[in-house]
């Protein structure tokens, strides 16, 4: 399979993305932590008081990690990556999860493991996206500038970071709507699964909008 020649390198977003959606409740993850619904769990937790922070990081890593055990590869994920590699991209993982738990996650992956990955960023690593951080940091541990790097993700977030990065972004759906705010976080294009990813990746004018000069 060929890819277009200005791709290097692409950064997947991990739960959702390389898994199925669906293993990490987050709605029962802030109801446990107290986490007002419309907050992000590792902002709302890094705003306690540090005394309270220690035990509310114990339940937030004990619902991950019963998660990851129970996560699946997302439909096509596989076949996706080895594509990817074998047409010399380099991967890359970047998660608001820890590293645990994409280590036990990736247990599950039949085609895969961690060693494929040449950047593998979680947030021991970064600041959370959607800071940029995490993909300037696999960026530079991938050996490509950030222009050449294609970050993929399901939720706003990541297409955020992408875009404050300079990298280019896919936004998966999964077959869901996608919801898209113009100002903040317009990707690049849209993609309903991985098949659809592989398809853009060797297609030429899709990028045109922001190749670099
Ligand atoms: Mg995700």
Not at 42 to 49: G, M, V
Not at 123 to 128: A, C, L, V
Not at 131 to 145: C, D, K, S
Request: charged share 20%; proline share 9%; hydrophobic share 40%.
């Amino acid at each position: 399979m060929r890819f277009h020649p200005d791709i290097r390198g692409v950064l997947f977003d991990f739960d959702g993305t390389l898994t199925l959606p669906g293993a990490l409740d987050f709605p029962g993850i802030k109801k446990a932590l107290g986490c007002p619904l419309d907050e992000p769990i590792l902002e709302f937790i890094q705003q306690q008081p540090p005394h309270k922070q220690d035990p509310l990081w114990q339940v937030l890593i004990r619902h991950e990690l019963k998660a990851a055990a129970k996560s699946r590869p997302n439909t096509g994920a596989e076949p996706c990556l080895r594509a990817l590699k074998e047409g010399g991209i380099a991967l890359g993982i970047f998660t608001r999860n820890s590293l645990q738990s994409v280590q036990k996650a990736l247990l599950t992956f039949e085609h895969i493991d961690l060693n494929d990955f040449a950047a593998v960023i979680t947030r021991e690593d970064s600041p959370p996206k959607p800071h940029p951080g995490g993909v300037l940091a696999a960026a530079q541990a991938m050996g490509i500038l950030p222009a050449l790097l294609v970050v993929v993700g399901d939720f706003h977030f990541d297409i955020i970071a992408g875009n404050r990065a300079s990298a280019r972004t896919i936004l998966l759906t999964n077959g869901k709507l996608p919801q898209i705010d113009e100002d903040h976080s317009c990707p690049d294009y849209v993609c309903t699964c991985f098949e659809e990813i592989l398809q853009v990746l060797c297609r030429p004018p899709v990028f045109s909008r922001r190749l670099p000069a």
